[in-house]
T-cell receptor, first 112, second 113 residues
Framework: DAKTTQPPSMDCAEGRAANLPCNHSTISGNEYVYWYRQIHSQGPQYIIHGLKNNETNEMASLIITEDRKSSTLILPHATLRDTAVYYCIVRVGNTNAGKSTFGDGTTLTVKP | DVKVTQSSRYLVKRTGEKVFLECVQDMDHENMFWYRQDPGLGLRLIYFSYDVKMKEKGDIPEGYSVSREKKERFSLILESASTNQTSMYLC????????????FGPGTRLTVT
């Protein structure tokens, strides 16, 4: 699985959009980009995933660049409850998911 | 809603003890996983299972074994606990391989003294 690089921490004002970047320059054609988050004292929670098209669900939007070497997770109106560690993972889509290992992620702090 | 439960939130064991961590999921998922999480090291995969009685090593299997006798239950076993196994242990499950999101339990914080 391709390696990902994320900034260690970011701040965001409550009510504003939070844009979390992820670099995955060695991604291969059959690898998907997944995002999870982990709120303090809880297990990680799936957010969204995509291959090459932009994706949106009730939690977030995922923007993947045309060359697929980077992506951005967007939380459109961040709330204090969105304070968490956000993990970007690249994983082959048609094999067992077990071999993906989460890195250190980005600690997002939403401030009032 | 998918529910993944773990037997304990907090556990304290002595060095050399045999430790069992239990994980149960209620959504008939094929795949189950055990991770450990340590500061500065992120989440690391210990073992996973894609079917009953099937298991594969993850990135850090040394010192651990697993058991999957029933589809809904995946156990992590520390044969002889050591202090370097003090960590947060997280169990996860997913419906199918690959393109499926993983659902995580709340975690077990294990302290080995």
């Amino acid at each position: 699985d391709a390696k990902t690089t994320q900034p260690p921490s970011m701040d965001c004002a409550e009510g504003r959009a939070a844009n979390l970047p992820c670099n995955h320059s060695t991604i291969s054609g059959n690898e998907y980009v997944y995002w999870y988050r982990q709120i303090h004292s809880q297990g990680p929670q799936y957010i969204i995933h995509g291959l090459k098209n932009n994706e949106t669900n009730e939690m977030a939007s995922l923007i993947i660049t045309e060359d697929r070497k980077s992506s951005t997770l967007i939380l459109p109106h961040a709330t204090l409850r969105d304070t968490a560690v956000y993990y970007c993972i690249v994983r082959v889509g048609n094999t067992n998911a077990g071999k993906s290992t989460f890195g250190d992620g980005t600690t997002l702090t939403v401030k009032p | 809603d998918v529910k993944v439960t773990q037997s304990s939130r907090y556990l304290v064991k002595r060095t050399g003890e045999k430790v069992f961590l239990e994980c149960v999921q209620d959504m008939d998922h094929e795949n189950m996983f055990w991770y450990r999480q340590d500061p500065g090291l992120g989440l690391r995969l210990i073992y996973f299972s894609y079917d009953v009685k099937m298991k594969e090593k993850g990135d850090i299997p040394e010192g651990y074994s697993v058991s999957r006798e029933k589809k809904e239950r995946f156990s992590l076993i520390l044969e002889s606990a050591s202090t370097n196994q003090t960590s947060m242990y997280l169990c996860a499950s997913s419906l199918l391989a690959g393109l499926r999101e993983q659902y995580f339990g709340p975690g077990t914080r294990l302290t080995v003294t």
